[in-house]
């Protein structure tokens, strides 16, 4: 029964029941009495406390008030806090008038506005401490999520280290560009240096960002660039390629090798499928203030747009874990018997702008 008590009501249990046993101590030190009076204006004071305090919870978490920043978080707390106090006082104070419960002497004519506007303040700090002790405590539970986050995303990184040449720079794309490569050696050489070239960029930044979480759009456009070239050669006439690049974008970071993935995923399931070849477009572009990466090649799906492979499905991994729900991946057939693989990441503002 007790292990179905969520650890919330556990600490909310817990600190009013601190705060009930500061006021018994007080209460016995300086009158040396515990009256029965006390012990029912506690149990009345508990009772309407966590009732109170649940509903300052309820009202953080309906309006994502965790998420705020601290200019915009601390106005909305404190009136909040003000007016829980307000009805948490005037509630506590007609119970007290009710049942003959006031702790003023009653000879002594106080004003029930006095004592709501006393009972009010001495609430209000009360309520402060609950609210402080709510955001720690969230504050470090962000940090260890973030913390566990991290690790996850260290740990998908070394296992994609021993799969990433396999996967992304896999032994066919490497034997093809090498053929091709000396097939140009006689009849372009100049060609055929400069694909020497492309291929050592690809394999030199497979290297290399292994071990970066982002790299800017424009560092990973450039490796596919270098990657589609190679496979011009090896397709010929059978593979267009365009580009439609927003340059406002090519600062923006993004999962290193992703685009090489997609762009890989395309020719591997798209064009070498297809008996006349066909086009890959790469768009990149801001919609809605996110950004939008789009990958399109001549195919379809047959159907399999759920089934991801290990790239695809990498791809999905490290955008959950860098993103979060603000990015999204999703792959489909389009009008045109063309394949769509789009990616949506947050904007995020260089500091030179």
Same mark, same amino acid.
């Given at each position: 029964?007790?292990?179905?008590? !969520?650890?919330?009501?556990?600490?909310?249990?817990?600190?009013?029941?601190?705060?009930?046993?500061?006021?018994?101590?007080?209460?016995?030190?300086?009158?040396?009495?515990? !009256?029965?009076?006390?012990?029912?204006?506690?149990?009345?004071?508990?009772?309407?406390?966590?009732?109170?305090?649940?509903?300052?919870?309820?009202?953080?978490?309906?309006?994502?008030?965790?998420?705020?920043?601290?200019?915009?978080?601390?106005?909305?707390?404190?009136?909040?806090?003000?007016?829980?106090?307000?009805?948490?006082?005037?509630?506590?104070?007609?119970?007290?008038?009710?049942?003959?419960?006031?702790?003023?002497?009653?000879?002594?004519?106080?004003?029930?506005?006095?004592?709501?506007?006393?009972?009010?303040?001495?609430?209000?700090?009360?309520?402060?401490?609950?609210?402080?002790?709510?955001?720690?405590?969230?504050?470090?539970?962000?940090?260890?999520?973030?913390?566990?986050?991290?690790?996850?995303?260290?740990?998908?990184?070394?296992?994609?280290?021993?799969?990433?040449?396999?996967?992304?720079?896999?032994?066919?794309?490497?034997?093809?560009?090498?053929?091709?490569?000396?097939?140009?050696? $006689?009849?372009?050489?100049?060609?055929?240096?400069?694909?020497?070239?492309?291929? !050592?960029?690809?394999?030199?930044?497979?290297?290399?960002?292994?071990?970066?979480?982002?790299?800017?759009?424009?560092?990973?456009?450039?490796?596919?660039?270098?990657?589609?070239?190679?496979?011009?050669?090896?397709?010929?006439?059978?593979?267009?390629?365009?580009?439609?690049?927003?340059? $406002?974008?090519?600062?923006?970071?993004?999962?290193?090798?992703?685009?090489?993935?997609?762009?890989?995923?395309?020719?591997?399931?798209?064009?070498?499928?297809?008996?006349?070849?066909?086009?890959?477009?790469?768009?990149?572009?801001?919609?809605?203030?996110?950004?939008?990466?789009?990958?399109?090649?001549?195919?379809?799906?047959?159907?399999?747009?759920?089934?991801?492979?290990?790239?695809?499905?990498?791809?999905?991994?490290?955008?959950?874990?860098?993103?979060?729900?603000?990015?999204?991946?999703?792959?489909?057939?389009?009008?045109?018997?063309?394949?769509?693989?789009?990616?949506?990441?947050?904007?995020?503002?260089?500091?030179?702008?």
């Amino acid at each position: 029964m007790l292990s179905k008590i !969520s650890r919330y009501w556990w600490c909310q249990i817990c600190g009013w029941g601190m705060f009930a046993l500061i006021n018994i101590f007080f209460a016995y030190t300086y009158d040396k009495t515990i !009256s029965e009076k006390l012990i029912i204006r506690l149990l009345i004071a508990l009772s309407l406390g966590i009732p109170i305090t649940h509903m300052i919870r309820n009202v953080i978490i309906t309006r994502n008030w965790l998420l705020l920043p601290i200019e915009k978080l601390v106005p909305r707390l404190f009136i909040c806090i003000i007016i829980a106090s307000f009805i948490y006082s005037l509630s506590l104070l007609t119970f007290f008038e009710l049942f003959n419960l006031s702790e003023i002497d009653p000879k002594k004519k106080v004003p029930f506005i006095n004592k709501l506007v006393l009972r009010t303040f001495d609430s209000s700090l009360i309520l402060m401490v609950w609210v402080l002790i709510y955001y720690v405590y969230h504050f470090f539970q962000k940090n260890k999520k973030q913390e566990v986050d991290t690790f996850r995303l260290q740990s998908l990184v070394k296992e994609l280290e021993l799969k990433t040449i396999k996967s992304h720079i896999n032994p066919h794309f490497i034997f093809n560009s090498l053929n091709s490569i000396r097939a140009l050696v $006689d009849e372009n050489p100049q060609r055929a240096r400069r694909a020497i070239t492309e291929l !050592s960029n690809i394999l030199r930044s497979s290297m290399q960002t292994e071990k970066l979480e982002t790299v800017p759009l424009e560092q990973e456009l450039n490796i596919v660039r270098d990657y589609l070239a190679l496979e011009q050669m090896r397709f010929e006439e059978r593979l267009k390629v365009q580009f439609n690049i927003d340059e $406002d974008t090519l600062d923006q970071p993004i999962p290193p090798m992703m685009l090489q993935t997609l762009a890989e995923n395309a020719i591997k399931h798209g064009i070498s499928k297809q008996v006349h070849g066909g086009v890959v477009t790469i768009i990149s572009d801001f919609t809605d203030n996110r950004h939008e990466l789009i990958v399109r090649n001549s195919g379809f799906l047959n159907g399999h747009a759920g089934q991801m492979g290990f790239g695809l499905q990498s791809t999905q991994d490290r955008l959950n874990l860098l993103f979060g729900t603000k990015a999204s991946f999703e792959i489909k057939d389009i009008p045109g018997n063309m394949v769509e693989a789009k990616v949506i990441m947050p904007v995020y503002k260089s500091l030179g702008k």
